[in-house]
């Protein structure tokens, strides 16, 4: 077998590990010259196509890639043991889920009072309680 292909040979294995820099041969011996190539993992995510967009926009915008952020992530939650924030489920009190409701049925009645602007409520407030007087 030729030697310039055996030396491709073990050139390409060595790729799976290292990064050939420079091949060359010297008084009948190929060298090579490696690197250590970062041992990697691939992690496939499904995300909605928005969320990456943003998320690809902010991370940029700190000179970062996806991939760098989600490493942070995952090297974080190591540092911490757990999540590096804090994760809570919101619920809301019965005050708040009645504001809420509220706030809803307000929104899709045609015939609530609006309003342009602060002074405007102001005005309407003050009317109001002249008028409970």
Do not use: W
């Not at 190929?30 to 196509?49: C, G, H, K, Y």
Request: net charge negative; glycine share 2%; hydrophobic share 40%.
């Amino acid at each position: 077998m030729d030697e310039v292909i055996v030396a491709q040979l073990i050139a390409r294995s060595f790729e799976k590990k290292h990064k050939v820099l420079h091949m060359y041969e010297y008084c009948d011996t190929f060298i090579m010259e490696v690197a250590d190539m970062p041992r990697t993992s691939v992690l496939n995510v499904r995300i909605e196509p928005e969320i990456k967009a943003e998320a690809e926009k902010l991370f940029s915008s700190f000179g970062l890639t996806i991939t760098d952020a989600v490493n942070v992530f995952l090297r974080q939650s190591l540092m911490r043991g757990g999540f590096p924030f804090e994760i809570v489920r919101y619920k809301p009190n019965e005050i708040t889920l009645l504001a809420i409701a509220e706030a809803e049925k307000l929104r899709n009645d045609t015939s609530a009072k609006t309003f342009t602007s602060m002074e405007a409520l102001r005005e309407d407030l003050m009317s109001n309680e002249d008028d409970e007087e």
